[in-house]
């Protein structure tokens, strides 16, 4: 068999000319490997087939040997429901009753900050394939969005774009966005983070799995032409850095479609159902590189194509450029013969574009690839797709890290009022209103909680109204003092958010963002994590279904502040009874508890924040057994009428948030909290929850919160005043609501072109 390089330049291609590996984001070493697998000089096609494959984004090569303690640590109990988990597009658990749930998240965050609009959009485009991928319905998206300072020239650039991006390509899926963060730090300046969250539902016979099987399947391509948009974007993005202040050459960012999107996702369901799909995967980062050379490296054979038959939207493409296209809207199926006309009849019937581009071959581990009559591509599919280099890089607890440990104690305002009205105002914890109105929450009807909650709540059968809630959270201030316990804390609140909803939380995703992997200050921040989260979820005893790792996130030496997102998903049975975490409008008035304790912890907070106190200290302590009390609590608990759980900003933003369009006040007594009214108000205590009965459950509620070892102070009751008295002061409502609503439109009123490209 002759293998020919395809060069751009064919005739000056000679054996000597040395291949641009270094360019393409390849060591010395990775190079010369590759050549000692194929026993011959890589063609150019292979060069860009290896390169992208064994990037940082797609082979996990800095981070596997760390990634590995989540299934070394997770037992057989936990995973029992779990139908598909790490490794997979998604993880799929069953919830019962013929019902599953797929659900991951996904970084984008250096190309949404090359194009914000196009980066940001693509990513939701990116991260519902994966659910669809699985053989599941999208059914909901959310954000997790971290940016520089509020009021930084750049945040004004980049913030806009994204929050149009993810507005106007899921508001045109149809897909309702239920929640998400908005976080603002100068770490992020240079490096923002856009995380994309997917849920998707599914029978648990639908189950699809990315595999090549069956000899003489053909292999089709199918949804939109392949173009030069997003060339290596995804998988040479993330694995580089954005050197301060230089001008760098980058790959174009892909550019996203969101019609021709919705169409693939009716166009798969259809061929789901009618059962001619053997194996599926979609295209994303390192695109036909990366759906050819996984479906054979997971198949029971090889596999042959031919790159002539790839529908293109650009002329005189080369080998190279068709395979690493990251252009959008694809997906790859492996399809029985037999079943290929029928394939071909529900595409056209939703006006998709395919094509029969190969077949599964005999030839065990081969992949062969061609173009214009020459083979481009000869080699074993697992050492492209299952082999690149795993590197033990070197980590090390920072010399730095007892400094910042250290705290200098709390600087008080001089009344608790000035307090809460900077604390709501600040762009940690102002409302978001100006950025969530642009996504539809609603759309599909099926959505029974988004808007302010702490966890979005969807119906997913209309039947039996079985539903899930879904949250997700992290915090960079919190992780970078403790990585380990940072870590906790965002698998602590994600849970906790779930839990407060009356759901029981099932499974656990994650997206850990974290600056270079060759810097031994953060492999150890993301180490301590991963062992974090691992050994929090076993004390939990849910499992982690998947994940994402995106490394090099910084500008020029300077790294984020590490950020592991953690997901968590919960069932319950019937969406009726959710409980909500605000009261409503004009309602009776209710008592108020606080569930948990509340202890001097300060590190981290939003008030060391906002007081200018710098970022020093321990954050909050976590025992997740409390956490698995307080789910306990909220399970099937028909006598709570709101209830919403305590984090950033405390007590004080807890009461606020439930408080707000109740057209209610309270009178407020904290001796049961601790002593000191300002830390019973303001300090971030992990397991902690606010919660709202009417007067005649309170006794009951109480007890059975003690009977579950759960410690609970009675706080007082609403009322008509619409102000909240404590502690000798009275604040307004409506003053804080004021306060609360104009930070973000008084800053970003004219940076703002809703669903347009920015």
């Given at each position: 068999m002759t293998v020919h390089n395809?060069?751009?330049?064919?005739?000056?291609?000679?054996?000597?000319?040395?291949?641009?590996?270094?360019?393409?984001?390849?060591?010395?070493?990775?190079?010369?490997?590759?050549?000692?697998i194929l026993g011959r000089r890589p063609t150019d096609a292979e060069l860009t087939v290896y390169s992208v494959m064994w990037s940082e984004h797609c082979s996990y090569k800095s981070s596997k040997v760390h990634l590995r303690y989540f299934g070394e640590t997770m037992t057989e109990e936990m995973g029992a429901k779990l139908l598909a988990g790490i490794g997979e597009n998604a993880g799929v658990v069953d919830i019962g009753g013929g019902d599953a749930v797929t659900f991951r998240v996904e970084s984008h965050n250096h190309p949404s900050y090359v194009e914000p609009y196009q980066?940001?959009?693509?990513?939701?485009?990116?991260i519902v394939r994966d659910i669809m991928a699985m053989g599941a319905r999208p059914i909901a998206v959310m954000d997790q969005l971290r940016f520089g300072p509020a009021d930084a020239p750049d945040t004004k650039r980049v913030l806009p774009g994204v929050v149009a991006g993810i507005g106007g390509y899921g508001n045109c899926l149809g897909l309702p966005n239920i929640g998400g963060e908005t976080v603002f730090d100068e770490t992020y300046a240079g490096n923002p983070l856009v995380n994309a969250?997917?849920?998707?539902?599914?029978?648990?016979?639908?189950?699809?799995?990315?595999?090549?099987?069956?000899?003489?399947?053909?292999?089709?391509?199918?949804?939109?032409?392949t173009g030069l948009d997003g060339i290596g974007g995804v998988s040479v993005l993330a694995s580089e850095t954005f050197e301060e202040g230089a001008e760098r050459k980058l790959p174009a960012v892909q550019v996203g479609d969101p019609f021709a999107e919705k169409v693939l996702i009716e166009c798969c369901l259809e061929l789901y159902h009618s059962g001619v799909v053997v194996g599926i995967q979609d295209l994303g980062g390192a695109g036909l590189a990366c759906a050819t050379?996984?479906?054979?490296?997971?198949?029971?054979?090889?596999?042959?194509?031919?790159?002539?038959?790839?529908?293109?939207?650009?002329?005189?493409?080369?080998?190279?450029?068709?395979?690493?296209?990251?252009s959008q809207e694809r997906m790859c199926a492996v399809v029985e013969p037999a079943n290929v006309d029928r394939f071909m009849e529900i595409c056209a019937k939703w006006e998709v574009g395919a094509a029969v581009i190969g077949e599964v071959t005999g030839e065990s581990d081969r992949l062969v690839i061609e173009h214009n009559g020459e083979v481009v591509v000869d080699a074993p599919p697992s050492t492209i797709a299952d082999e690149a280099p795993v590197y033990e890089r070197p980590f090390a607890r920072p010399e730095w890290q007892d400094g910042v440990q250290e705290f200098g104690g709390v600087v008080k305002p001089a009344t608790l009022a000035e307090a809460w009205l900077r604390m709501v105002a600040s762009p940690a914890l102002c409302s978001r209103d100006f950025i969530t109105e642009q996504y539809d929450r609603?759309?599909?009807?099926?959505?029974?909680?988004?808007?302010?909650?702490?966890?979005?709540?969807?119906?997913?059968?209309?039947?039996?109204?079985?539903?899930?809630?879904?949250?997700?959270d992290a915090s960079g201030r919190y992780t970078y003092l403790d990585p380990n316990m940072g870590a906790r804390l965002a698998l602590a609140e994600a849970y906790r958010n779930v839990a407060v909803t009356g759901a029981r939380p099932?499974?656990?995703?994650?997206?850990?963002?974290?600056?270079?992997?060759?810097?031994?200050?953060?492999?150890?921040?993301?180490?301590?994590a991963v062992h974090g989260l691992?050994?929090?979820?076993?004390?939990?005893?849910?499992?982690?279904?998947?994940?994402?790792?995106?490394?090099?996130?910084?500008?020029?030496?300077?790294?984020?502040?590490?950020?592991?997102?953690?997901?968590?998903l919960g069932v319950i049975e019937d969406v009726a009874d959710a409980i909500r975490?605000?009261?409503?409008?004009?309602?009776?008035?209710?008592?108020?508890?606080?569930?948990?304790?509340?202890?001097?912890?300060?590190?981290?907070?939003?008030?060391?924040?906002?007081?200018?106190?710098?970022?020093?200290?321990?954050?909050?302590?976590?025992?997740?057994?409390?956490?698995?009390?307080?789910?306990e609590f909220f399970a099937g608990n028909g006598e709570v009428l709101a209830a919403h759980d305590l984090s950033e900003g405390g007590l004080a933003q807890a009461l606020f948030e439930m408080l707000l369009g109740s057209g209610k006040g309270a009178e407020i007594e904290l001796s049961g909290v601790c002593d000191d009214a300002f830390t019973a108000l303001f300090s971030e205590s992990a397991s902690r929850v606010l919660v709202a009965v009417t007067a005649d459950r309170a006794d009951t509620a109480v007890q059975r919160a003690s009977e579950a070892g759960i410690p609970v102070a009675v706080l007082g009751s609403t009322n008509s005043s619409g102000e909240i008295s404590v502690a000798g002061e009275s604040i307004s409502l409506v003053e804080l609501a004021a306060a609360w609503s104009t930070t973000l439109p008084g800053l970003f009123d004219h940076a703002f072109a809703p669903n347009s490209p920015a």
């Open positions: 395809d060069t751009v330049d064919n005739a000056k291609a000679t054996p000597e000319q040395e291949q641009p590996y270094r360019e393409l984001g390849l060591k010395d070493d990775e190079y010369q490997r590759i050549v000692d980066g940001a959009a693509t990513g939701v485009g990116g969250l997917c849920v998707g539902t599914l029978k648990v016979e639908d189950l699809k799995l990315a595999f090549a099987s069956g000899t003489g399947n053909k292999v089709i391509l199918f949804g939109s032409r050379s996984e479906l054979a490296a997971s198949g029971d054979g090889g596999m042959r194509v031919n790159l002539d038959a790839v529908p293109l939207r650009a002329e005189n493409m080369t080998a190279a450029e068709i395979l690493a296209s990251e609603y759309v599909g009807g099926n959505t029974v909680a988004a808007h302010y909650a702490d966890s979005g709540v969807l119906r997913i059968n209309e039947e039996t109204r079985r539903g899930v809630a879904v949250s997700a099932v499974a656990v995703t994650n997206c850990l963002n974290f600056g270079s992997p060759e810097n031994p200050d953060v492999m150890w921040q993301f180490r301590e691992a050994d929090g979820a076993v004390e939990l005893g849910i499992p982690v279904s998947g994940g994402n790792v995106s490394f090099y996130n910084q500008t020029g030496e300077t790294p984020i502040l590490p950020t592991p997102v953690v997901g968590v975490h605000a009261l409503p409008a004009g309602g009776e008035d209710v008592t108020l508890l606080l569930l948990g304790e509340t202890f001097d912890e300060f590190g981290g907070s939003v008030w060391q924040e906002v007081s200018g106190a710098g970022l020093t200290g321990l954050p909050p302590r976590v025992d997740l057994a409390n956490e698995a009390r307080l789910a």
